[in-house]
């Protein structure tokens, strides 16, 4: 069972995961490779069904086969068995690594990126992202669903056939609870969601905005941490991604699909993530805070600066990016 | 001149730099290279002092030429002269990208590692972090300085001849802000120092301790987030790291350069990062924070789940690494 461990002077918490300890010589030159391994067939191919763990739900189209899987991780960082355990250890807090890790195989094709799924195969990806949150929140001991997508070996993958993923957790990240706390804050002294104060003044000023349908936006963020990290976010004030009704999902696919391929075209990048910061599972609609998709192009390093202060230096001002990716044809 | 740009949702700075801008072009295959560039000469050695901004000090032994340099960062991110301009932009705030940005090169040698150099020439690079944090704090727009040092080209390293470098910045980091608040309330609630309890507890347990000097422990910390992070601390409270008496020095230094030369030997690792988390400058010695060295080996990817949790998930428990780290021939 693997443990979750909050550290006391910075109060993150991290999944120490002695199950699939590596013994410290495994870390020799480990996680260097460029490229994904071309050993043994594609797992997430049709044909390779009993490489991974027993499906969770599929698409079936009435002629047979699949149009998208969902399976548990055949590695899960956390376990869906048990109970939280809650203890401490002098200043530590430990509980054990109770959650749900699942991965959304997004076509039969071994596409390398969502943007090789037509919009209609991409709205089933989101609609199989919004079905995963509204079950798994009928389990009281998970409190919040991370959904994210790591594309290229640069930004975490393991496996190249396109997929999502989803890690639904026992507590609130610290990262999303400092978000959360924040707009509480500003929703306290001004009445309004942040969020949807910033959509408003971006799609006035239009400098950083990339695109812009009826219900949704793809803008640089003013404070961006990298070149062409890009948020989509609902115009209307929306907290929970999974409350997203059926009909905007086609909507969605169209805005999602468009962004990353111009950011494709933009810089040549094989490797990015993204992510759905969203509010946590099983509480009523929050009026302070607004769920967003992150995508973070990973084509710059971080150094010892970022990782010590948590703040970033970005050579591509967000208005240039956004320009660029406004002109780029896709 | 670069902008110091704050996120409204998550209260983190940036800095954009527009004066280095890259053309979004230029991203193309930017960052994906797993070597040095070979082009050219090394700038940091002998000889070819002219290739760096004018020195700003350094250590001369009287039978002539150098020990060690201090030098501008030829492409700072923060810049040096001018005022903070602080202002905002609807929800935004920003100020004008004022701080230091230096580069201590370490040794005349074209050593790779830290570990090439001599007890005494890690004390003295010891004791240059201290001076010019000492000299940088006589600047008042100035709150915080940050010494890291980047090995290898995974971990955002553009030199290979071993160096140093020191950002000071005029607002104190989310990420040190965050330590600095939760090691205050547990002074307010219990009347003592968090990581002087959290130094008593490991040293009593022993199972995450690596080594132990009269002044100083390295250490895996409880909630490590990377296989073989390691901390250093001094054992005795202190709060800032510039306030450490030059006695301590070289034992520091043999504690430094052992830690680092058993890390390099259990993985095989060309690429690490190392910070100092310390009190901010201008402030009275303080009663709640202990500053700590910080090494944080880049082995594994961080991943879409990481970047938007700011969560971890580490494969190797801290008791192991402690073990192995231990056991390892230096």
Redesign the interface.
Known sequence: MPEL??????????????D?????VD??????S?SFSKEGPCVFCPGNERYTPREIMALRPSGGGWRARVVPNKFP?LMVEGDLGKRGD???DIMNGVGAHEVIIETPRHEISLTGLSEDEVRDVLWLYKMRMLDLRNDPRLVFA?V???VG?????SQEHTHS?V?V?PIV????Q??LE??RA?FEYRDRC??C??VV?ELSSGVRVVLETPNFVALE?????F??ETHILPKHHASHYERTEDGQLPELARVLRSTLGRIER????ASY?????TSPLNVAPLAHYHWHF?I?PR????????????????????E??AQ?LREVKV
């Open positions: 461990r909050r550290d006391p002077v910075i109060g993150r918490w991290v999944i120490v995961s002695a699939r300890a590596l013994r410290p870390m020799k030159g480990n996680g260097a460029e960082a002098g200043l530590y991370m994210f997508k790591n070996v640069r930004a975490g993958a993923q890690i957790t990240p610290l990262r999303v400092n978000e924040r707009c500003y942040m969020l104060d910033m003044q963020p003013f404070a961006a941490r070149p062409f933009a810089v040549d990048c993530n993204y992510l759905i910061h992150e973070i084509i710059i390093r971080t150094a010892g600066f970022e990782w010590g202060t948590g703040f970033y230096i970005n050579p591509v001002p967000p240039h990016a660029y």
